[in-house]
């Protein structure tokens, strides 16, 4: 029998994909086992293959954080190769555009809209475009170093959570819930004080163990960019259920895991680098909980699933376990086996997103229809035979929005009441305009399509984003008014905004409205282009 062979393969940039072929025997790809394992389990008929379009739509919001030009689609709905969707794929995987798409991803996942940092935001995409291991990845976010400037903006992660605000103290509990949830997929909030009450796996000792390595933590005040410093610690952490009253200790530990024992050190030995009181340098201890607690996460059994359920719900909409920081037996994965499955091969690739994302992409489940099967009106999320409804993060609507109607590019603000950033085209400014209306609270994880009356009220009324839609030489609504063929019109209209070919009833109703308003043809072109960009069928990738 011939082995699988590992075939490098270039997708632009000089960025290799390895990707294990199959002759003659061996182990199947990862995308063919999540096929069989979907499919084994589906209890109903599977939604046909996606249209070339709707794929088309998916796989750049997915990849690239936008969806694709007029031109980008025309070329990939007249491409009549075969491999065209693999092709796409690796295109995508390779461009520039992924690693800013997987950096403004995680920032939200991880940061749930506590704040910004452009250090950070250049350390995650130049991590993503390095293709780092996540892995290594959460090492540098547990446990950050000052003195390395390519990872220090790692620190962020930590730093952010542990400033205090007014005179409140800082809010280690929220540390140690965003840590277990972020990376082990575990919240153990509810178990500070006493066991969980709903959640029988989640121990006030788990809560406990975690903050024994978090606890010293605390920010360095002798460095003006975010960094993070340990006191020593030195005895284990003392703490009592407020229904059973009994003392209880522990040294840093995981959930389920061993609990790390405290070295202990003569005094005045207690540092690898003593602190410095005139340069405020805080020292170096020589036991660090950070560096224990960055070793330990990657090799938690528990680490491998968070990630790779995480993934799973970027890609197709629902994690398999959801909520997706709730982990835990009465909470069960719909799918166990095809979990497990990827947690290992996840980690068994050295934790490479890019490999694991371009699995999911090509397998059959990813580009499944979102039209029910003609035999069957209500399946339900968790069969996965027919692809679910995504909706569009705050970033991706942004740059949809601009794609859409200026070719990406920022223009500048029409409104009187722009601010100045605003009327620079300033692309900060837009995306803080942009979170005001549709980004969740901190805190609040952005899973869900939650539409709301603000952001209705934001397409209605805000001047910036209906100056777009005005007729300009360098926009769509512009580049539309010169054309006479209300067909023409309404085709590029519609795969310009939706990635799709209006079907005849559109064009009839698009034909009818540019015939009612002729005198003001440039205006009525840009309502139609409002309506589509307000539309549920925009805001949601298919």
Partial sequence: ????????????????????????????????????????????????????????????????????????????????????????????????????????????????????????????????????????????????????????????????????????????????????????????????????????????????????????????????????????????????????????????????????SIPTFAKGEEYLVPPDRKTRFPGVPKFSPLHELAEQLPNHPYFRRNIANRLWWVMMGRGLVMPLDLHHADNPPTHPELLELLGDELASHDYDLRWFIRELAISDTYQRSSELPADDESPTDTSYRVAIEKPLSTEQLLAAMLRATCDGKVPVAADEGASEGEARGDLKALQERFAQAFANPPREPEVDFAPSVKAALFFLNDGVVLSWLEPRDTNLVGALSQLDDSVQIANQLYLSLLTRLPTEEEVAEVQSYLDSHVSSRPAAIGRLAWALLASTEFSVNH
């Fill in 1 to 260: 029998m011939i082995r699988p062979v590992s075939i490098l393969v270039c997708c632009g940039l000089g960025i290799l994909i390895s990707v294990n072929t199959d002759l003659w025997g061996g182990e199947a790809a990862l995308h063919q086992r999540v096929d069989e394992l979907i499919e084994a389990r589906a209890g109903g008929p599977l939604a046909k293959r996606a249209s070339d379009a709707e794929f088309l739509r998916r796989v750049y919001l997915d990849l690239a954080g936008t969806i694709p030009s007029l031109e980008q689609a025309q070329e990939f709905l007249n491409d009549t190769t075969v491999d065209k969707r693999v092709a796409l794929i690796d295109r995508l995987l390779g461009s520039p555009e992924f690693p800013k798409r997987m950096s403004s991803l995680f920032h939200v996942m991880l940061m749930e809209r506590l704040g910004d940092d452009e250090a950070w935001a250049s350390y995650l995409q130049d991590s993503f475009a390095a293709g780092k291991p996540w892995s290594q990845m959460v090492r540098e976010l547990a446990n950050p170093d000052a003195e390395d400037e390519q990872t220090r903006g790692s620190a962020f992660f930590l730093s952010k959570r542990l400033e205090n605000y007014g005179q409140n103290p800082v809010d280690y509990p929220g540390l140690v819930r965003d840590v277990g949830r972020m990376f082990l997929g575990v919240d153990v909030q509810c178990a500070q004080c006493h066991d969980h009450l709903f959640v029988d796996e989640y121990k006030q000792v788990d809560y406990q163990g975690l903050y024994g390595f978090l606890g010293t933590a605390t920010l360095r005040k002798d460095v003006k960019f975010p960094a993070v410093a340990e006191n020593l610690l030195t005895e284990k952490v003392d703490f009592k259920s407020v229904f059973v009253m009994e003392d209880e200790r522990t040294g840093p530990r995981l959930p389920g895991g061993d609990e790390i």
